[in-house]
């Protein structure tokens, strides 16, 4: 019978850590907006797994951290509060297409918001985020680069 509970207990604490892992490494983000319309609607969950830069290839569709409000959120209880800039409590991310990565030629539209002529290369630990419904998105064209340490991770897909 004590093999029974060692057991029981050794598989809730082998299930415990292996919510915890996937909780590291996967969210869940709400679109919010329509600037990657049609791919994906305001209202739509997309299935995010957490990766560095370096893993950001063009083409992908990235949740990165308004460039606006600084750095990557920090703790939880430091986002519970508006942010000296005075947004709204709370993380503020974007759901954008990678347009260039580091050594990547910066796109034309880009250019002038980062003070470069067009095919420059992005310059390491940055990123140029696109939305695919530009009249209706805030992205590179108006905030910049992205920093690596904004770069939440790349969208999966759609969870239905």
Do not use: C
């Not at 420059?120 to 009249?135: Q, T």
């Amino acid at each position: 019978m004590r093999w029974l509970a060692v057991a029981t207990a050794g598989g809730l604490a082998g299930l415990v850590l292996g919510a915890v892992w996937l909780r590291r490494r996967y969210l869940v983000v709400e679109v919010d907006g329509h600037s990657m319309e049609p791919e994906f609607r305001s209202g739509d969950r997309v299935l995010v797994r957490r990766v560095p830069l370096r893993r950001i290839r063009p083409g992908d569709v990235v949740v990165v951290a308004d460039p606006a409000r600084g750095r990557h959120p920090g703790p939880v209880a430091a986002r519970d509060r508006p942010d000296p800039a005075g947004h709204p409590p709370g993380p503020r991310w974007l759901i954008k297409r990678a347009a260039a990565v580091p050594g990547g030629p910066v796109p034309g539209a880009v250019a002038a918001a980062v003070g470069v002529p067009a095919g420059s290369p992005v310059p390491e630990e940055r990123l140029v985020v696109l939305g695919d419904n530009a009249d209706h998105s805030y992205d590179s064209r108006h905030h910049g680069y992205v920093h690596a340490d904004q770069v939440l991770g790349r969208v999966l897909r759609r969870m239905r």
